[in-house]
């Protein structure tokens, strides 16, 4: 495991609230010159700590109003099933995460559509056509978003 000193954490500290920051910008916020800052940051991306930028849109701004909670158990616990519904999934626009999880259901999707009908012909016609796959499902629909980040803490262990 590649290990973070406290510059590192500073860095990524940063850039986790703005990767736009310029290396200049990041230098000065973390009170360190431009090339150890800039040597950094090419480390943590080529270590894969850092995965890739992205630009975070508002998806009620861009019309997707309604978020939903769906659960999905598959009806047979094997790899092939898994796969083929993992595959599936990674082609469906409308889910944003998926979490393969413990308990009655086998996976968490977080689904993002612009409303009720759109969601339904995603259920019907996207997730329905696994029919082979899925044993059952159950949506959750998102009244309010309380607190959304994508930003990991990252305070560094002592010893």
Not at 59 to 87: D, N, P, T, Y
């Amino acid at each position: 495991m590649f290990s973070l000193d406290d510059a590192d954490v500073a860095i990524l500290h940063h850039l986790q609230q703005n990767a736009t920051l310029k290396t200049r910008e990041l230098s000065e916020m973390v009170n360190l010159s431009y090339t150890p800052v800039y040597e950094r940051v090419r480390k943590l991306e080529k270590e894969g700590i850092i995965k890739k930028y992205v630009a975070l849109v508002d998806r009620e701004k861009v019309g997707k109003k309604l978020m939903v909670i769906c659960s999905v158990a598959l009806k047979e616990h094997s790899r092939a099933m898994g796969e083929r519904f993992v595959q599936a999934v990674m082609g469906y626009t409308e889910v944003l995460e998926c979490l393969n999880i413990s308990g009655e259901y086998d996976f968490l999707l977080k689904v993002v559509v612009e409303d009720m009908p759109e969601y339904q012909k995603f259920l019907m016609e996207k997730l329905g056509s696994l029919e082979n796959i899925i044993g059952s499902t159950q949506s959750q629909f998102v009244m309010g978003e309380i607190k959304a980040t994508t930003a990991l803490s990252l305070q560094r262990r002592q010893g």
